[in-house]
């Protein structure tokens, strides 16, 4: 079972919507990330958080907007997006290490998002 | 961009046949490790394996590691039913952020 809590499980938008995803971890972790994962690829990375504030944005589109209210909360704010953005989106946590470190990370179920 | 390739893409085996999987990863690692997803779910961590170090288990893990040949495998032995999922490699660059990159994954099914 995960630790890493998403909601919702499944969500439709459309192009004009303006949706959110939500992530929530319990165990203590500073640092948190989202994903997104298309059909038979491996998870890319889009946003890190760390201790709150943003770390890494791996040139993400600005229609996807992350946000980190506290320790235990990400969430993912959607506006204008396309069908291409048709996807799994991953949230995750993980202690942050010192550098160099790496540390395991753990993973959420996921969220699938259709655009239409 | 995706730091490592894996091979073979997908692998079919009758359960109780060990299963290997290998990824290839182009840059110098601080680690390797290896997660498991099953379908349309979320990733779940599998072993962790430092640069410093050649071998590790878990079970019915065994990871191995090659940094002059910047490759790893994942052994699984005596596979089963619920072993049917995708495998993943993943590394972290020597510098200490917290990219973690997936390799491109194995496909694996146990045949019953």
């Known amino acids: 079972d995960t630790e890493v809590t998403q909601t919702p499980k499944h969500l439709v938008m459309g192009m004009t919507n303006k949706k959110s995803l939500k992530c929530e971890q319990h165990?203590?972790?500073?640092?948190m990330y989202w994903y997104k994962q298309k059909a038979k690829k491996p998870p890319e990375l889009m946003f890190v958080y760390s201790y709150e504030k943003l770390s890494i944005n791996e040139s993400v589109p600005s229609r996807f907007s992350p946000e980190c209210p506290n320790s235990s909360l990400l969430n993912l704010h959607l506006h204008a997006l396309q069908p291409e953005d048709s996807a799994l989106y991953l949230c995750?946590?993980?202690?942050?290490?010192?550098?160099?470190?790496?540390?395991?990370?753990?993973f959420g179920e996921g969220s699938w998002l259709t655009v239409v | 961009s995706q730091q490592g390739e894996e091979d073979p893409q997908a692998l079919s085996i009758q359960e109780g046949e060990n299963a290997t999987m290998n990824c290839s990863y182009k840059t110098s690692i601080n680690n390797l490790q290896w997660y498991r997803q099953n379908s349309g779910r979320g990733l779940v961590h599998l072993i962790l394996i430092r640069s410093n170090e050649r071998e590790k288990h878990s079970g019915r893990l065994r990871v191995t590691l090659d940094t002059s040949k910047k490759s790893s495998s994942l052994l699984i032995t005596a596979s089963r039913a619920a072993d049917t999922a995708s495998y993943f490699c993943?590394?972290?660059?020597?510098?200490?952020?917290?990219?973690?990159?997936f390799g491109t994954g194995t496909r694996l099914t146990i045949i019953p």
């Open positions: 165990m203590g972790h500073r640092a």
């Open positions: 993943a590394t972290y660059p020597p510098f200490g952020n917290e990219k973690l990159t």
């Open positions: 995750a946590s993980s202690r942050p290490g010192p550098v160099g470190r790496g540390n395991t990370i753990y």
